[in-house]
């Protein structure tokens, strides 16, 4: 683990000391129109070959956080029914096909993604969405359960040992499957240990960072166990804790080295979503679709954390 120590403090200006008030209704009304052109695509003929199975989640969720189009919810289930994989004796059993074009799956990280949107959906509008479409939704998470049994994901794979132990977890607690929820809590707990002695690889990524947020918020959010809750809270301020360490604020970005990234260059990514909601990151607000999982958080950053941005010079240093 890589870990950004502050070794003096040298006034600067670093995070926003003051908060512009976040407009959720905007975002998720936002987020709901922004789907428009992909529903045109997807409504009344095949997907076109690209299409990601996240995306169909990711809209029905933006439909339901908005109140809006219920009827459209069954095809977008219906959809990816098509998309999941149902035979028992398949390696993918339980879990999606990345594209529309595939013809099996290839990713198995594929049911970790949609599965965040789908608790969410199941839990936080289950009695909104009419009953033809709900039961479709309740049978995609009974198989997608043992997707996730299935997705054997080493502890050192950050972002995603966080979404799979979360969504055994979550999906375990809802469906009555003690045995998943067991084997998530058993997930975690692995999770924990492993950071506990060796850190986390994916360390000042802007890419993976903002996957871990969304991870260890639902963990917080849905599992049904105190100390899971604990666990997660403890782990997010070790991120927070990183992220203010490793931010630049001349540059407005985290600053090298960078673990995980698409964009060493600039150093955007995911993670950005985040910093702009929580007062962080100036400038325009960042595509509303990708902000509905980090506005449906409870967890916040403390305050005293945007002070270590803006102590200088800093040291990093491996731990």
Known sequence: ?????????????????????????????????????????????????????????????????????PERLERLFELAAQDQDRDPQSAGYGNFKWTWRDDRVTDRNAVEFCMQDAVAIWRRHREWIPEPARERLRELLVYSVEGCLRHRVPTSYTNIALLNSGNLIALGEMLDRPDAAAEGYRRLDAFCLWTWQFGTREYSSPTYYGTDLDGLLFIEAYAGRESAKEQARALLQLFWT??????????????????????????????????????????????????????????????????????????????
Not at 15 to 37: H, K, L, Q, T, Y
Not at 42 to 55: C, H, L, N, Q
Request: glycine share 8%; hydrophobic share 40%; aromatic share 10%.
């Open 1 to 69: 683990m890589l870990m950004t120590v502050a070794v003096a403090g040298v006034p600067t200006s670093g995070v926003s000391a003051e908060i512009a008030p976040i407009d959720r209704d905007a975002i998720v009304e936002d987020a709901a129109r922004a789907g428009e052109r992909f529903w045109n695509q997807i409504a009344d003929r095949d997907p076109y070959p690209t299409m990601g199975i996240r995306k169909v989640f990711a809209y029905a969720l933006a439909l339901c956080e908005a109140r809006r189009h």
């Open 242 to 319: 990183d992220l203010a360490l490793s931010w630049f604020p001349p540059k407005q970005c985290l600053a090298g080295p960078h673990s995980r990234s698409y964009d060493y260059l600039r150093g955007l990514g995911n993670v950005d979503r985040y910093l702009w909601l929580h007062g962080w990151l100036p400038g325009e607000r960042p595509g509303a679709a990708g902000l509905l999982q980090p506005l449906l958080g409870q967890w916040t950053p403390p305050d005293r954390l945007a002070e270590f941005s803006r102590q200088f010079p800093r040291l990093v240093r491996p731990l």
